[in-house]
């Protein structure tokens, strides 16, 4: 146990938790000890965790059993039933912690992570989580990298294919104001041309976008599949193809003219 709370401890401060220190595996003060966190600290292991999808299959479960049946669960965090678009996180509470939750909402493909703890009730702790969470969903929203625009073709020489298509590198969205997000413009700058081989992921150019204030982000455009070099016999079958066709319309030109 020790060990794999040595690990929790190191897993921790890998993700940027500068306030935590783990003394066992569930959380619980014990034999003096005391697990010491952080709001801020918590939203970024809430973060991670939120890298594994199914762990809102279970946070957003209002009532389940187990046991055939015979013992019922009932979710602590009950906004999920109070405010829209609540999926998770987790509730807790001890004496010394006093009411505390990490809150997950998501609405119009924004999802949204608040922290309080230290309440003097469940009442405060869910009037401060909606007061943070309606302020964030009130004035910012996901921007995506690309909006309408259509990624360029890019034609391939000496390739067993004559174009390749790109795409991102790391389409990732960008969280800003809704009075920022309205401002943000678009250039994207490819190649036209790439000679073979090409790699899917090989850059091919990239997109930057820019706001009010200049540039915000930029994002490199990649190959989105493969392109063989063609083979000397492949190019040499390709020009006699080509001198053999030539050679045809040359004789039917000059029957035509008879």
Known sequence: ESHFVSMMNERARQIGCKGTEFVNPNGLDTDGEQTKTTARDLALISQELLKHPKILNY???WMDSVRNGSFGL???NKMLKLYDGMVGLKTGYTSTAGYCISAVAQRDGMRLIAVVLGEPDKQSRNQDIAAMLNYGFAGYAVVPILDKETLPIVSVELGTRDSISVELSDDTPLLMTKAEAGNVKREIHCTEHAQAP??????MG????????????RRTLVAAENADRKRTTDIFRELLEYLLMKKRLL???????M
């Open 59 to 61: 946070t957003s479960i």
């Open 251 to 257: 004789t039917v030109r000059f029957l035509t003219s």
């Open 198 to 203: 090409i790699e899917k992921g090989d850059p």
């Open 206 to 217: 990239e997109i930057v976008l820019t706001g009010s204030d200049g540039e915000i982000t």
């Open 74 to 76: 009932a979710n602590t």
